[in-house]
């Protein structure tokens, strides 16, 4: 696993970084970190897979049908955490991409933790008690989510360009040794697309067979 990084010492991205095409920002988000920090506790996990969706013209996206209350952080500003909740149990972050008023976002689908996975472990209801452990924390949208405590109540339309705040993404100087392109997983429409993005060989990668 990676050198542990004191949240103090990563620089916030900036607003600019989010206002691209969703496939760059899901690139160039590969390798950075994302920081949960408050009163009592400070998480940080390294970003190693991401999807993009690309808005009103993409069918899988939630923005594909237009802007609604529901999905109104997804058309701007860029760099705001959109938040939702799936199959009755678990929620999914995502970060807002283009200009202000085009849809677009990344989906966070995998961590590799870096600090406080003690808590992370707390947050997830298991143990830190063998040597895949580690990789039942932040592998997949639903356990990053739960590790960080990210709720729609709570994150949905949160700035992750602060590092003021309680959540937010940085940059700590790592580069990606290699970038894989696949389809994206766990959706129907529009599966064909090769908007998947993961760090190669990262062991924290989802879509492996791990217990819960």
């Not at 063998?130 to 739960?146: H, V």
Request: glycine share 10%; with cysteine; net charge positive.
């Amino acid at each position: 696993m990676s050198k542990q990084r004191n949240p103090v010492s990563i620089r916030p991205l900036d607003r600019a970084f989010f206002a691209r095409d969703p496939r760059r920002v899901a690139r160039g988000l590969l390798g950075k970190i994302l920081v949960r920090r408050d009163a009592r506790k400070q998480l940080a996990a390294r970003i190693v897979e991401v999807e993009a969706y690309l808005g009103e013209n993409d069918p899988a996206a939630h923005a594909f049908s237009g802007r609604t209350a529901r999905n109104a952080v997804l058309f701007g500003p860029p760099g705001h955490a959109y938040v939702y909740f799936i199959y009755g149990n678990h929620y999914c972050l995502n970060v807002s991409c283009q200009a202000e008023g085009k849809a677009g976002c990344v989906l966070f689908r995998a961590l590799e933790p870096l600090n406080g996975l003690e808590d992370m472990a707390r947050a997830r209801g298991i143990a830190l008690d063998g040597p895949k452990a580690e990789l039942k924390l932040t592998s997949g949208p639903g356990r990053l989510a739960q590790a960080f405590g990210i709720t729609r109540a709570r994150d949905n339309g949160y700035d992750l360009t602060s590092n003021a705040g309680s959540l937010w993404i940085g940059d700590d100087g790592y580069r990606a040794p290699g970038v894989r392109v696949t389809r994206r997983i766990g959706i129907t429409k529009a599966s064909d697309k090769p908007l998947r993005y993961l760090l190669e060989g990262n062991r924290f990668v989802s879509g492996r067979k791990i217990a819960a």
